[in-house]
């Protein structure tokens, strides 16, 4: 499990950028803050809101040293079509369909085979440096606004 403070767990996952075929590791972000979100499932009420405000706030992510990617069980192909029908999404949405990294983060449902909704921040020298576990969506679902005030705690 990932815990403030610990190393990240390593992955390297599949997905989409919009409608292109990515491959994405953790090491790909050395030096940098990443902003990993989990969201169980595609074209659901909740992830349909929070992905499109992190999207909308990813240049004032960026500015803060910051990347973010998204991370759920769906398949590529899936991933390609909801960022169609959202307009697009312009950080990787990555593919665990096996939970096996969900898992090391401590997000998989796995007796319903699916990711919880939380948000990672991993600091640039690839520690957990903030995690938030939704304990019951959508009440309490972190907004990019909340999220870059968590990256300023990291400047």
């Not at 809101?49 to 973010?68: C, G, H, M, R, Y």
């Not at 998989?108 to 576990?133: L, M, P, Q």
Request: hydrophobic share 45%; aromatic share 8%.
């Amino acid at each position: 499990m990932a815990d403030v403070g610990s190393a990240a767990p390593n992955f390297t996952l599949t997905g989409a950028v919009n409608q292109e075929d990515v491959e994405v590791s953790l090491s790909d972000y050395a030096g940098k803050n990443l902003v990993v979100l989990f969201y169980p499932l595609a074209f659901s009420p909740v992830c349909a809101e929070q992905v499109p405000d992190f999207n909308e706030s990813l240049s004032a992510i960026q500015a803060k040293n910051a990347e973010v990617i998204a991370i759920n069980r769906d398949s590529t192909f899936a991933h390609k079509a909801w960022s169609e029908v959202l307009g697009g999404v312009d950080f990787p949405l990555l593919a665990d369909m096996n939970l096996a990294i969900s898992k090391e983060f401590g997000m998989a449902i796995e007796d319903v085979g699916i990711t919880t909704r939380g948000v990672f921040i991993i600091d640039a020298s690839g520690n957990v440096a903030f995690k938030h576990v939704e304990a019951a969506p959508p009440d309490n679902t972190l907004s990019a606004e909340q999220v870059l005030g968590e990256l300023d705690k990291l400047q």
